[in-house]
């Protein structure tokens, strides 16, 4: 079955760093969509993308589609704070009509 | 439009009784799954609906859960006969679906269920 991988698990950053995480499929996928979950929320979509090299932008954060369409990241620019939180990426690929969650990498702001 | 609504948002069970979950989704999606997640792991696909058809259901999935649409609107989620391994958040979400064109999910704030 499809399996997505993130890494790293977990991220420590002092307020202000640059934050990157690092999604990778076992499969080609057609799209990927990215979520952030809140310490005792639940998740929150924030993009998806779509095409083979696709860049997308959102304030400080960076969204990337790998053009083997198989990894993406999300880089997050002079972290903040309310960065603090797990970002999933979710993929979906083949004849699959759901998105898949990968493992998620837990950041931590330290102010 | 309040979100997609989950009840109830807690609930304690003991071992080897039957439970029952409701989701209400956002009015104008016509797609309806259900997750669950333990603690520092990410959503795992349990099934959906695009209306009130059950499309998929994940093999991961023993006899003891069902979930039903019914008209197409609110799903329910029923563990028969629960066991400690099935304490977990148990989400909702729902999503547009245009064919061919994926939207991202609306989660609901889940049900956190624990076995004793």
């Known amino acids: 079955g499809q399996q997505v991988m993130q890494i790293p698990q977990y991220q420590h950053v002092q307020e202000g760093e640059d934050f990157t995480t690092y999604c990778n499929s076992s499969t080609t996928l057609s799209n990927i969509q990215w979520y952030k979950q809140r310490p005792g929320g639940h998740p929150v979509f924030l993009i998806q993308?779509?095409?083979?090299?696709e860049v997308k932008k959102q304030k400080r954060l960076t969204f990337q589609f790998g053009e083997a369409k198989k990894n993406s990241s999300l880089h997050i620019t002079a972290t903040q704070t309310t960065d603090v939180g797990t970002y999933f990426c979710?993929?979906?690929?083949?004849?699959?009509?759901?998105?898949?969650f990968g493992t998620g990498t837990k950041l931590q702001v330290i102010p | 439009d309040t979100g997609v609504s989950q009840d109830p948002r807690h609930k304690i069970t003991k071992r080897g009784q039957n439970v029952t979950f409701r989701c209400d989704p956002i009015?104008?999606?016509?797609?309806l799954y259900w997750y669950r997640q333990t603690l520092g792991q990410g959503p795992e696909f349990l099934t959906y609906f695009q209306n009130e058809a059950q499309l998929e259901k994940s093999r991961l999935l023993s006899d003891r859960f069902s979930a039903e649409r019914p008209k197409g609107s609110f799903s329910t989620l029923e563990i028969q006969r629960t066991e400690q391994g099935d304490s977990a958040m148990y989400l909702c979400?729902?999503?547009?679906?245009?064919?061919?064109?994926?939207?991202?999910?609306?989660f609901g704030s889940g049900t956190r269920l624990t076995v004793v």
């Open positions: 993308l779509v095409k083979s090299g």
């Open positions: 979400a729902s999503s547009r679906w245009t064919g061919g064109t994926y939207y991202g999910y609306t």
């Open positions: 009015s104008e999606h016509n797609r």
């Open positions: 979710a993929g979906i690929s083949g004849g699959y009509q759901k998105v898949t």
